[in-house]
Nanobody, 122 residues
């Protein structure tokens, strides 16, 4: 089970940190990802991190502004978002998949959290 938190309202240029807590004892074996879905749009990839935290991947739209990290001792993955833009407004979902493949394909993530809303005002 995945529980995302940390969303809220922030002004453009501001920062937020999202957290996703996972239950169960297999967190360290999972690739973790963040996706987002803006109103009227399809869900899209944001960032992903491999099990050890050594490898990460980002969507071009967030590269250099967002940072994904994980703490396997706390079964938690984070998304630090900086220099936020109004177009970052969306519901953000954390997701997990077994194996080592670091992928942007949402259909390859088997486990999903409930989402947390991020609203960036201009």
């Amino acid at each position: 089970q995945l529980q995302a938190s940390g969303g809220g309202l922030v002004q453009a240029g501001g920062s937020l940190r999202l957290s996703c807590a996972a239950s169960g004892r297999t967190f360290s074996s999972l690739v973790m990802g963040w996706f987002r879905q803006a109103p009227g749009k399809e869900r899209e990839f944001v960032a992903a991190i491999r099990r050890s935290g050594s490898d990460t991947a980002y969507a071009d739209s967030v590269k250099g502004r967002f940072a994904i990290s994980r703490d396997n001792t706390k079964n938690t993955v984070y998304l630090q978002m900086s220099s936020l833009k109004p177009e970052d407004t969306a519901v953000y979902y954390c997701a997990a998949r077994s194996g080592s493949l670091l992928t942007v394909a949402l259909e390859l993530y088997a486990y999903w959290g409930q989402g947390t809303l991020v609203t960036v005002s201009s």
